[in-house]
């Protein structure tokens, strides 16, 4: 069955603690890995997209990661405003995608 | 960059009545919007497809009578929730994207949700 997990549900970092999350997924036929930043009351943000295990995307603190059964995203040195949840997605078909279910990030200064 | 716009951001019904939510693309064209629906603690479920000019696309498990889409131009899609029972509570969220082909670099633009509560 395809599925997408995220974990963990939530983590609390300290202002300037790294840390990684992480997306695992069971998708046929991969199409692509989707980050998107989710704040309270609001719609996805869209950060990344990764399509080949091994492929890297960076932008300010954040790095994603993809292998062919996960994908990392990276917090490096965090600040507040970093706060939000974290949604991944499967690409399994055109415009079709499963979300995960998030990961809510509190970054505390 | 694009910018997809939601109205209402939150609203309450009574149970029984009918909730119209829109969703712009404000900036580009979109043939295609989605409608995903997020419970709390919970991942993004898509609900429907609505493709401009022709029928909407739903999702396996999804009333086609309860939850109406029409998509009557390139910048406008609307979902009517008819007959709006409690159990349709429920954050509603639409997206678009503003490219063509493989949405490579450019993810899909959502718009910012609404919260409906049904009484």
């Known amino acids: 069955e395809d599925q997408v997990t995220q974990s963990p549900e939530a983590l609390r970092l300290q202002e300037g603690e790294s840390s990684s999350l992480n997306c695992s997924y069971t998708?046929?036929?991969?199409?692509?890995l989707f980050w998107y930043r989710q704040d309270p009351g609001k719609g996805p943000e869209f950060l990344f997209t990764?399509?080949?295990a091994g492929e890297e995307k960076e932008k300010e603190r954040l790095k994603a990661t993809l292998t062919k059964k996960e994908s990392f995203l990276h917090i490096t040195a965090p600040k507040p405003e970093d706060s939000a949840t974290y949604l991944c997605?499967?690409?399994?078909?055109?415009?079709?995608?499963?979300f995960g279910s998030g990961t809510k990030l509190n970054v505390k200064p | 960059g694009a910018v997809v716009s939601q109205h209402p951001s939150w609203v309450i019904c009574k149970s029984g009545t009918s909730v119209k939510i829109e969703c712009r693309s404000l900036d580009f064209q979109a043939t295609t919007m989605f409608w995903y629906r997020q419970f709390p603690k919970q991942s993004l479920m898509l609900m429907a497809t609505s493709n401009e000019g022709s029928k909407a696309t739903y999702e396996q498990g999804v009333e086609k009578d309860k939850f109406l889409i029409n998509h009557a131009s390139l910048t406008l899609s609307t979902l009517t929730v008819t007959s709006a029972h409690p159990e349709d509570s429920s954050f509603y969220i639409c997206s678009a994207s503003a490219g063509t082909g493989e949405p490579r670099n450019y993810g899909y633009t959502f718009g910012s949700g609404t919260r409906l509560t049904v009484v």
């Open positions: 998708v046929s036929g991969l199409r692509g």
């Open positions: 997605a499967a690409q399994y078909n055109f415009n079709k995608f499963y």
């Open positions: 990764l399509y080949s």
